[in-house]
T-cell receptor, first 110, second 112 residues
Framework: RKEVEQDPGPFNVPEGATVAFNCTYS??????FFWYRQDCRKEPKLLMSVYSSGNEDGRFTAQLNRASQYISLLIRDSKLSDSATYLCVVILSGTYKYIFGTGTRLKVLA | EAQVTQNPRYLITVTGKKLTVTCSQN?????MSWYRQDPGLGLRQIYY???????DKGDVPEGYKVSRKEKRNFPLILESPSPNQTSLYFC???????????FGPGTRLTVT
């Protein structure tokens, strides 16, 4: 089983739609969680960190469910510019290794 | 401008010919890392460095070497490249170990 798993998609949604992605992690010792965005083979860029209490940044909301070992990303009012691959990242407690999921591809359609 | 630079951006080489991909950051970051990205496998960490002269293996270190003699530079060395090292490579740096990573633009390496 992969340490971090994501549905590869693509998720095709119309502009203005709300879309949610989940990312599951297998190691309960995972400590830090992030969502990164990657455009078409360009470098990944941090979208948001994921805190235990959940956090929101504009149209984006991230949540952590430790009991079920997953994190989620919710995008409201999708824009064409949101089309990208969203990468889930986990860091295990006591390590300095970043473990990336393979990404979920989102296409927002006009 | 705060950035991570990598050179070369594109490289085609032959099996066994030693090569170095350079990585430099101007943000005075302590943590630096190398990744490779392959279709269906995502980004996998090769090596990382907590600070000058402190490096450690990531998940896929075989066939690679790194050094961290200066804080700003973290070169990736392939002493004897093989075709299975054909990939897209990213260097990244972070001011905190578990903080935001800033990625370089990537190096597309083809080994024939």
């Amino acid at each position: 089983r992969k340490e971090v798993e994501q549905d590869p998609g693509p998720f095709n949604v119309p502009e203005g739609a709300t879309v949610a992605f989940n990312c599951t992690y297998s190691n309960s010792a995972s400590q830090s969680f992030f969502w990164y965005r990657q455009d078409c083979r360009k470098e990944p860029k941090l979208l948001m960190s994921v805190y235990s209490s959940g956090n929101e940044d504009g149209r984006f909301t991230a949540q952590l469910n430790r009991a079920s070992q997953y994190i989620s990303l919710l995008i409201r009012d999708s824009k064409l510019s949101d089309s990208a691959t969203y990468l889930c990242v986990v860091i295990l407690s006591g390590t300095y290794k970043y473990i990336f999921g393979t990404g979920t591809r989102l296409k927002v359609l006009a | 401008e705060a950035q991570v630079t990598q050179n070369p951006r594109y490289l085609i080489t032959v099996t066994g010919k030693k090569l170095t991909v350079t990585c430099s950051q101007n943000m005075n970051h302590e943590y630096m890392s190398w990744y490779r990205q392959d279709p269906g496998l995502g980004l996998r960490q090769i090596y990382y460095s907590m600070n000058v002269e402190v490096t450690d293996k990531g998940d896929v270190p075989e066939g690679y070497k790194v050094s961290r003699k200066e804080k700003r530079n973290f070169p990736l060395i392939l002493e004897s490249p093989s075709p299975n090292q054909t990939s897209l490579y990213f260097c990244a740096s972070s001011g905190e170990v578990r903080g935001e990573q800033y990625f370089g633009p990537g190096t597309r390496l083809t080994v024939t």
